[in-house]
């Protein structure tokens, strides 16, 4: 086929890599026509992921990647240090992007959509590509229409390097534009360790654990007198929700330009 959408899937055989790239070479309107993986570089990919339709060189590097096959769609699952160097080569290649890795921060995608509008491609980026994690977002954000005091809580596996989670942050940044979350009491003013607060962004405290135990989860805690809400979402090991998330995500990035945060973004909800 060739109207099929081109893939460059960089992380290809991490954790969430390796399922996505066995699902991309099974949809027939999908091909992956270039992997990255920096310690597997050299190497086919089916000698790490053994699925059919895999055998293809993997790269060291999206650079490489990219100018080896002329991709449609970069989808980035690598790490916080890397992912921003490699949507900008996508993008100034003339590609979209799917952006799977977390720890970017709010002025790094702010780059990125004035890099995305300039070259008129689309990039998506998402905390959290399953879509019981979307449904949380958006009953986060009906909450904080009524109720103004809220706290939020991201759970990591121990070696997660990267805190708050980029689906902490999304959920931040979504609820600051429903409103500011009112405090009791100041936290600048808080006496004995400020820290044990934890830190503000968008004017909402979160918090960060990280042991083992956990893969990922997100809560948001809502307060009013005498009654409390708590949404919370959990993932368990599986790679599955975040696939298919991820799929529909290429299928759509290409229908707008600039930035997109959020995968409800492209959804109908």
Not at 8 to 21: I, M, Q, Y
Not at 71 to 81: A, F, H, N, R
Not at 226 to 239: P, Q, V
Not at 249 to 258: D, H, K, N
């Amino acid at each position: 086929m060739t109207d099929r959408i081109r893939i460059c899937l960089a992380g290809a055989t991490g954790w969430v890599g390796r399922a996505l790239a066995t699902a991309i070479a099974a949809a027939p309107d999908l091909q992956l026509v270039s992997a990255v993986a920096r310690r597997q570089a050299g190497r086919r990919l089916s000698e790490a992921v053994p699925a059919p339709g895999l055998d293809l060189l993997v790269s060291g590097s999206v650079a490489e990647a990219l100018a080896a096959a002329a991709c449609d769609v970069l989808v980035d699952y690598t790490s916080p240090d890397a992912v921003g160097a490699h949507v900008f080569a996508a993008v100034g290649a003339g590609a979209s992007a799917v952006i799977g890795t977390s720890g970017l921060t709010d002025e790094e995608y702010g780059r990125i959509d004035a890099a995305a509008r300039e070259r008129g491609v689309g990039v998506l980026a998402a905390g959290n590509f399953a879509v019981t994690a979307v449904i949380l977002q958006r009953l986060a954000e009906i909450a904080a229409r009524h109720v103004l005091h809220w706290e939020i809580i991201d759970y990591g596996k121990d070696a997660k390097p990267d805190a708050p989670s980029g689906t902490a942050r999304e959920l931040a940044a979504r609820l600051s534009r429903v409103g500011q979350p009112q405090a009791g009491y100041p936290v600048s003013q808080t006496r004995g360790l400020r820290d044990a607060r934890g830190a503000t962004l968008h004017g909402a405290q979160m918090h960060s654990v990280r042991l083992p135990g956990f893969v990922s989860s997100i809560e948001v805690l809502f307060g009013l007198p005498e009654e409390r809400l708590s949404i919370r979402h959990d993932s368990s090991a599986g790679a599955g929700p975040d696939v298919a998330g991820t799929l529909l995500a290429v299928r759509r990035v290409r229908t707008f330009t600039g930035l997109r945060r959020g995968l409800d973004s492209v959804m109908d909800l």
